[in-house]
């Protein structure tokens, strides 16, 4: 299976880490899209986008740079391709599970191979494991687009859908297409990857600093406390989406942890 790695080119450091963290795993380097050169929004106060004129430029350069990333991917010969961002911590098992395919369960389209977040999610019950770790349908939002593994019918089906990009990658990959229900989408269960900056360290390395990711501005304390709380009522109606989706009495909320 063939890994590809999203870089700046203003990042040598990261690049080199990577390759040093996939020594023995075949991969390619993709050519980040710098957000610095785009036009959009600097910075957004947190509501999630839903038109292009309310993504920020870094949030469509990141995008663009998946998008990229499955272009190449569908000139390339492999059924499956794993695509990483370079701020990831990758667990020794990785290239175990890249030089092979027959863990993947048939059918399978998109696998969620990152912990993004230490929250409970939706997942339905184990279809198969390898090397200590299981598979799950995945049936709840878990954002996040550092790491996971594609297939090439939900390679090309996204490009052709995300010519203009209105929503966040993450949020396409891992929210959207799970209510349209039209690909077999999975959490491997550890995972096998984490960005630095979930995994609890009090500080990040200068070569680790996101580049391409969102930026945020603060919120004056009167609309954080008004945030947190709509917090609640946000989550209940989520869960509620996928209730009358069809997908809460299939699935049970685990916690996805990294190792």
């Given at each position: 299976?063939?890994?590809?790695?999203?870089?700046?080119?203003?990042?040598?450091?990261?690049?080199?880490?990577?390759?040093?963290?996939?020594?023995?795993?075949?991969?390619?380097?993709?050519?980040?899209?710098?957000?610095?050169?785009?036009?959009?929004?600097?910075?957004?106060?947190?509501?999630?986008?839903?038109?292009?004129?309310?993504?920020?430029?870094?949030?469509?350069?990141?995008?663009?740079?998946?998008?990229?990333?499955?272009?190449?991917?569908?000139?390339?010969?492999?059924?499956?391709?794993?695509?990483?961002?370079?701020?990831?911590?990758?667990?020794?098992?990785?290239?175990?599970?890249?030089?092979?395919?027959?863990?993947?369960?048939?059918?399978?389209?998109?696998?969620?191979?990152?912990?993004?977040?230490?929250?409970?999610?939706?997942?339905?019950?184990?279809?198969?494991?390898?090397?200590?770790?299981?598979?799950?349908?995945?049936?709840?939002?878990?954002?996040?687009?550092?790491?996971?593994?594609?297939?090439?019918?939900?390679?090309?089906?996204?490009?052709?859908?995300?010519?203009?990009?209105?929503?966040?990658?993450?949020?396409?990959?891992?929210?959207?297409?799970?209510?349209e229900k039209q690909f077999k989408i999975y959490q491997l269960v550890p995972a096998l990857c984490i960005q630095e900056r979930m995994n609890g360290a009090p500080g990040l390395p200068p070569e680790l600093q996101s580049t391409i990711q969102s930026k945020k501005r603060r919120l004056p304390r009167r609309q954080r406390a008004l945030r947190e709380l709509k917090r609640p009522f946000a989550a209940l109606g989520?869960?509620?989406?996928?209730?009358?989706?069809?997908?809460?009495?299939?699935?049970?909320?685990?916690?996805?942890?990294?190792?």
């Open positions: 299976m063939l890994t590809y790695v999203i870089n700046l080119d203003r990042q040598p450091e990261r690049m080199a880490r990577m390759a040093r963290l996939l020594d023995g795993v075949s991969f390619e380097r993709v050519s980040a899209v710098e957000g610095r050169t785009l036009n959009g929004l600097e910075r957004r106060a947190g509501e999630v986008p839903r038109c292009p004129e309310e993504l920020t430029r870094y949030e469509l350069a990141l995008g663009l740079s998946h998008r990229e990333t499955w272009r190449r991917f569908l000139l390339e010969g492999p059924a499956f391709c794993c695509v990483l961002e370079d701020d990831v911590i990758l667990s020794p098992d990785f290239p175990a599970f890249m030089k092979a395919e027959d863990w993947l369960p048939a059918g399978a389209s998109i696998v969620k191979i990152e912990a993004f977040t230490r929250r409970r999610l939706l997942l339905g019950s184990q279809e198969c494991g390898f090397m200590g770790r299981v598979l799950r349908p995945l049936l709840s939002s878990h954002l996040g687009t550092a790491g996971y593994i594609i297939g090439r019918d939900a390679a090309a089906m996204l490009l052709s859908q995300t010519e203009v990009l209105s929503r966040p990658i993450d949020h396409i990959l891992f929210e959207d297409l799970l209510l989520n869960a509620m989406t996928f209730v009358f989706s069809g997908k809460i009495a299939a699935g049970r909320f685990r916690t996805v942890s990294y190792r």
